[in-house]
T-cell receptor, first 116, second 114 residues
Framework: AQSVTQLGSHVSVSEGALVLLRCNYS??????LFWYVQYPNQGLQLLLK??????LVKGINGFEAEFKKSETSFHLTKPSAHMSDAAEYFC??????????????FGQGTTLQVKP | DTGVSQDPRHKITKRGQNVTFRCDPI?????LYWYRQTLGQGPEFLTY????????KSRLLSDRFSAERPKGSFSTLEIQRTEQGDSAMYLC????????????FGQGTRLTVV
């Protein structure tokens, strides 16, 4: 079975500081990994995804994530936080590599607070 | 196409009443998913359709829940005899079958059972 663990339910950074949101996964097959962002009372928007190939993936709004198989991690980073980055972030793993239903298993989420 | 659309955005209902939500996916997407998200948690998979066929249901989907996708277009999720524990955000997503494509989410329907 696949699972996702997001370390830290709340992360607070100052505007302009590095953002690091941690995600570890468990999967018996090569994982497909995603980061989504959710603003209050909104749906989820895809930030970036890893399927195969280059392990450093770049997404929208200056975010990037690195797939590290040896550490079973897929941490999300951004060099310089903006006030507009304040939101809930979800890491997810998909079973598209195995049974191919495409369903997503999400972590519990990390709330990012950006202080002026 | 403006993306995945869900209706209503908010629903308040009394315990014991039935409710129905609608999801209109992106038109060319043949897969449609329903997820439930409670406060402070990540979304949890409920069920999915490929075209009009419902291919998987989570054990979270009790017999009070039913979902349909007639003609492989829009989908409805009905909850019968609502309970306070059904209060949550219900999210719909759609995607293509071919290749590794991301799921596109609607804005969700927030259900409050009083």
């Amino acid at each position: 079975a696949q699972s996702v663990t997001q370390l830290g339910s709340h992360v607070s950074v100052s505007e302009g500081a590095l953002v690091l949101l941690r995600c570890n996964y468990s999967s018996s097959v090569p994982p497909y990994l995603f980061w989504y962002v959710q603003y209050p009372n909104q749906g989820l928007q895809l930030l970036l995804k890893y399927t195969t190939g280059a392990t450093l993936v770049k997404g929208i709004n200056g975010f990037e994530a690195e797939f590290k198989k040896s550490e079973t991690s897929f941490h999300l980073t951004k060099p310089s936080a903006h006030m507009s980055d304040a939101a809930e972030y979800f890491c997810a793993v998909s079973d598209q590599g195995s049974s191919n239903t495409g369903k997503l298993i999400f972590g519990q989420g990390t709330t990012l607070q950006v202080k002026p | 196409d403006t993306g995945v659309s869900q209706d209503p955005r908010h629903k308040i209902t009394k315990r014991g009443q039935n409710v129905t939500f609608r999801c209109d996916p992106i038109s060319e997407h043949n897969r449609l998913y329903w997820y439930r998200q409670t406060l402070g948690q990540g979304p949890e998979f409920l069920t999915y359709f490929q075209n009009e066929a419902q291919l998987e249901k989570s054990r979270l989907l009790s017999d009070r829940f039913s979902a349909e996708r007639p003609k492989g277009s829009f989908s409805t999720l009905e909850i019968q005899r609502t309970e306070q524990g059904d209060s949550a955000m219900y999210l719909c997503a759609s995607s293509l079958v071919q290749g590794v494509t991301e799921a596109f989410f609607g804005q969700g329907t927030r259900l409050t059972v009083v």
